[in-house]
C-alpha cells in the first residue's frame, strides 16, 4: 500500500507561517487532500485537489506539491488553527484511499 | 442542513457483530459515493470502505475484506457497515463521509465509537 509520511508534530508562533508536508513515492503525480481536526471532532477538508480550497476555508491555507512532497502551508497562523493535519491521496495501484499518520499543529 | 450521522457503536465482545449505520440529511445518498474510514490511537485514520452511488461497486481495505460488508437502503437514505468477527484491532472511531470535488472526502460525520473488548 501506498505510505504518506508526515512529521508527528509542527508549533507555529501566532501569526507566523506553519509548514505542514506530506512525503510519498512519487506523490508529485498523485492528487493530495488535506483535512483537519479538532480535538473530538470530525475532519474537515481544508484543501483538495493539491490547493483549492473548499468553500468557507480562508485564503490563509495554500498547498503546494514537489515531486517527492506535498505541503500545507497556513500563513497568519491562529489559534483556532490547532489541530490534527492530516494528507491524504487515492493510490492508483490499490485503488483504494492512502492517509498520512497525521502532524499535530501547536499555535504557541 | 447537509449532514451525515453515525450510530451504532458500542463495546462489543471479540467475534461478536455489529451493525453501524449512516444516516443523511439534506441530501440524497443515491447521487454520492460513500466511504467508511475509521481511526484508532495506533493505527491512525485508516480508509476501510466504499459503496458507489448507484450501489453497484464497493471495495474493502484488506485488512477487513471477507468481515465488513456495506450496504444502502435507499428509503431511509442510510448506508450500513455489517462487522462480523470482530477483533481488537477494529477498535476505534468509524466515520462515513460522502467523496466531493477532486475525489476527496468533503463531508463527514462525527463519527460513532466501536470498542472491541472482553
Known amino acids: 500500500s501506498y505510505v504518506l509520511s508526515q512529521p508527528p508534530s509542527v508549533s507555529v508562533a501566532p501569526g507566523e507561517t506553519a509548514t505542514i508536508t506530506c512525503g510519498g513515492d512519487?506523490?508529485?503525480?498523485?492528487?493530495v487532500h488535506w483535512y483537519q481536526q479538532s480535538p473530538g471532532q470530525a475532519p474537515v477538508l481544508v484543501l483538495f485537489s493539491n490547493a483549492v480550497r473548499p468553500s468557507g476555508i480562508p485564503e490563509r491555507f495554500s498547498g503546494s506539491r514537489s515531486w517527492n512532497t506535498a505541503t500545507l502551508t497556513i500563513s497568519s497562523a491562529e489559534a483556532g488553527d490547532e489541530a490534527d493535519y492530516y494528507c491524504q491521496v487515492w493510490d492508483r495501484h490499490s485503488d483504494h484511499r492512502a492517509f498520512g499518520g497525521g502532524t499535530k499543529l501547536t499555535v504557541l | 442542513q447537509v449532514q451525515l450521522v453515525e450510530s451504532g457503536g458500542g463495546v462489543v465482545q471479540p467475534g461478536r457483530s455489529l451493525r453501524l449505520s449512516c444516516a443523511a440529511s439534506g441530501f440524497s445518498l443515491s447521487v454520492s459515493e460513500i466511504h467508511w474510514v475509521r481511526q484508532s490511537a495506533d493505527k491512525g485514520m485508516e480508509w476501510v470502505t466504499f459503496l458507489s452511488y448507484d450501489g453497484q461497486t464497493k471495495d474493502y481495505a484488506e485488512s477487513v475484506k471477507g468481515r465488513f460488508t456495506i450496504s444502502r437502503d435507499s428509503f431511509k437514505n442510510t448506508v450500513y457497515l455489517q462487522i462480523s468477527g470482530l477483533r481488537a484491532e477494529d477498535t476505534g472511531v468509524y466515520y462515513c463521509?460522502?467523496?466531493?470535488?477532486?475525489?476527496?472526502?468533503?463531508?463527514w460525520g462525527r463519527g460513532t465509537r466501536v470498542t472491541v473488548s472482553s
Open positions: 463521509a460522502t467523496l466531493g470535488d477532486g475525489d476527496a472526502l468533503d463531508k
Open positions: 512519487d506523490i508529485g503525480s498523485y492528487d
